[in-house]
């Protein structure tokens, strides 16, 4: 019977100032169904780092970028990935890590978390009571924006510059929909700017990641106090009504995963014997 090789995953930093967290853990699955564990560095144990075992065989480098092509795993890793954030998330401030981050066992992350303990502190603090909260704005198909496309000046046009008149009015109308994107932005981050106290620009979101109608042109995550999230919210969401061809979607509140700054996981390469 041979044992199955494992390597440490690395869910999050987190303060457990009291010694409560394992009981937040206990019966949650990790990534592989794996229980979850805390990770203290030395005798100063109120930072510490979530954990969890899981196949070797599946997150060294060549296995795991043919894994981050597949949908299904990448969907299953990352709810579980989120499980564990959004449990510790209910009890304390967290500093989320990027998914898949992994080391080779347990040490290494108790070398990284002695390395980097006062840094994670001062981020914690600076996190404490804030909940990340993001804000996409997508531009919907002229089609789907209430405004007609515009009929051609002369029916008598044959059939070829009919249908370049009609294109034509199809892109004036998409054209006015991103100018009413860029004033939609203008609005939300005015709006934004009364609660939030830091802002992160991701990229657009396309193809499989895209969600609904429409283009994404804007998707932002914003760092707001925990007493300012409902009125963040409708704010945002107000700021984006009254121009047709134009969706906001406001999301959260979450973990504060864009504003986190995690070390980079260690290669998995094994000393030589």
Same mark, same amino acid.
């Given at each position: 019977?041979?044992? =199955?090789?494992?390597?440490?995953?690395?869910?999050?930093?987190?303060?457990?100032?009291?010694?409560?967290?394992?009981?937040? %853990?206990?019966?949650?699955?990790?990534?592989? $169904?794996?229980?979850?564990? %805390?990770?203290?560095?030395?005798?100063?144990?109120?930072?510490?780092?979530?954990?969890?075992?899981?196949?070797?065989? $599946?997150? *060294?480098?060549?296995? +795991?970028?043919?894994? +981050?092509?597949? %949908?299904?795993?990448? *969907?299953?890793?990352?709810?579980?990935?989120?499980?564990?954030?959004?449990? +510790?998330?209910?009890?304390?401030?967290?500093?989320?890590?990027?998914?898949?981050?992994?080391? +080779?066992? #347990?040490?290494?992350?108790?070398?990284?978390? $002695?390395? /980097?303990?006062?840094?994670?502190?001062?981020?914690?603090?600076?996190?404490?009571?804030?909940? &990340?909260?993001?804000?996409?704005?997508?531009?919907?198909?002229?089609?789907?924006?209430?405004?007609?496309? *515009?009929?051609?000046? $002369?029916?008598?046009?044959?059939?070829?510059?009919?249908?370049?008149?009609? /294109?034509?009015?199809?892109?004036?109308?998409?054209? #006015?929909?991103?100018?009413?994107?860029? &004033?939609?932005?203008?609005?939300?981050?005015?709006?934004?700017?009364?609660?939030?106290?830091?802002?992160?620009?991701?990229?657009?979101?396309?193809? *499989?990641?895209?969600?609904?109608?429409? &283009?994404?042109?804007?998707?932002?995550?914003?760092?707001?106090?925990?007493?300012?999230?409902?009125?963040?919210?409708?704010?945002?969401?107000?700021?984006?009504?009254?121009?047709?061809?134009?969706?906001? =979607?406001?999301?959260?509140?979450?973990?504060?995963?864009?504003?986190?700054?995690?070390?980079?996981?260690?290669?998995?390469?094994?000393?030589?014997?």
């Amino acid at each position: 019977m041979t044992t =199955e090789t494992t390597v440490t995953y690395a869910y999050a930093v987190a303060q457990d100032p009291d010694g409560s967290l394992e009981e937040a %853990l206990t019966g949650l699955p990790g990534v592989a $169904d794996g229980p979850v564990r %805390l990770v203290r560095a030395g005798d100063r144990g109120e930072v510490v780092v979530a954990v969890g075992a899981v196949p070797e065989q $599946d997150f *060294e480098e060549s296995a +795991l970028r043919a894994h +981050l092509e597949d %949908l299904d795993w990448l *969907e299953s890793v990352a709810r579980a990935h989120h499980r564990v954030i959004e449990a +510790l998330a209910a009890r304390t401030t967290v500093l989320p890590l990027r998914l898949a981050t992994v080391y +080779l066992d #347990d040490t290494r992350v108790r070398q990284m978390l $002695d390395t /980097r303990q006062e840094a994670f502190a001062e981020r914690l603090s600076d996190l404490a009571a804030h909940t &990340e909260w993001g804000v996409k704005i997508y531009v919907e198909a002229p089609a789907a924006t209430g405004r007609p496309a *515009e009929p051609p000046a $002369d029916a008598d046009l044959s059939p070829g510059r009919a249908y370049l008149s009609h /294109r034509k009015a199809q892109r004036h109308a998409r054209e #006015d929909a991103y100018r009413d994107a860029e &004033e939609v932005a203008r609005r939300v981050e005015d709006a934004a700017r009364g609660h939030a106290v830091d802002r992160v620009q991701h990229r657009v979101q396309q193809g *499989e990641l895209a969600r609904g109608p429409g &283009e994404n042109v804007i998707n932002d995550a914003y760092l707001v106090p925990l007493e300012h999230g409902e009125s963040f919210r409708s704010d945002v969401v107000r700021a984006g009504e009254g121009l047709p061809g134009v969706r906001v =979607e406001v999301t959260g509140p979450w973990a504060p995963y864009s504003f986190a700054t995690p070390p980079e996981a260690e290669p998995l390469k094994r000393a030589a014997p």
